[in-house]
């Protein structure tokens, strides 16, 4: 979790930033964190949202953090981006066999290996091609 900002002090972390498409340092804007539902046994849980900005294209991030908290100590369970969004809701409803190669292609965008990415994206177009029925010859 993040301390309390001090007043000339900014606050900074590394972000993946869609917009850059690359992993940036962020300046963490304002913070929020819900009740601290802490019982007497020390055990609860907390989430925390964080508004931060990418220092390289200036444009919001918002996240959304999961804590468990066990004798007093903090543990991230889960975090989650909530904007820019960058779940593509239209593909969880594709196949597995298209999923697949589309999230590899993902990966190899994110990564800037772009010819792997492209090879990836055809991958994702002959599954699409299988996926209804087509199965003669390839897109090499």
């Known amino acids: 979790m993040t301390e309390e900002q001090n007043n000339n002090e ?14 940036v340092e962020t300046t963490i804007i304002h913070t929020y964190n819900s009740e601290n539902n802490m019982d007497e046994s020390l055990h609860g849980n907390i989430t925390e949202v964080l508004l931060s900005k990418c220092l390289n294209c200036q444009n919001p991030l918002l996240k ?4 468990q908290i066990f004798g007093g100590e903090y543990y991230l369970q889960n975090e989650l981006q909530l904007f820019p969004n960058t779940e593509n809701k239209a593909i969880k409803n594709c196949p597995e ?5 589309y999230k590899e292609a993902l990966k190899c965008y994110r990564a800037h290996a772009y010819d792997a990415c492209v090879i990836m994206c055809r991958k994702g177009i002959e ?3 299988i996926d209804k029925g087509e199965i003669k010859g390839a897109l090499a």
Do not use: D, G, H
């Not at 066999?97 to 190669?101: A, C, F, L, S």
């Open 10 to 23: 900014e606050l900074k972390e590394i972000n993946f930033c869609p917009t850059c498409n690359s992993m």
């Open 64 to 67: 959304k953090r999961y804590f």
């Open 97 to 101: 066999i298209v999923i697949k190669p």
């Open 127 to 129: 599954a699409i091609c």
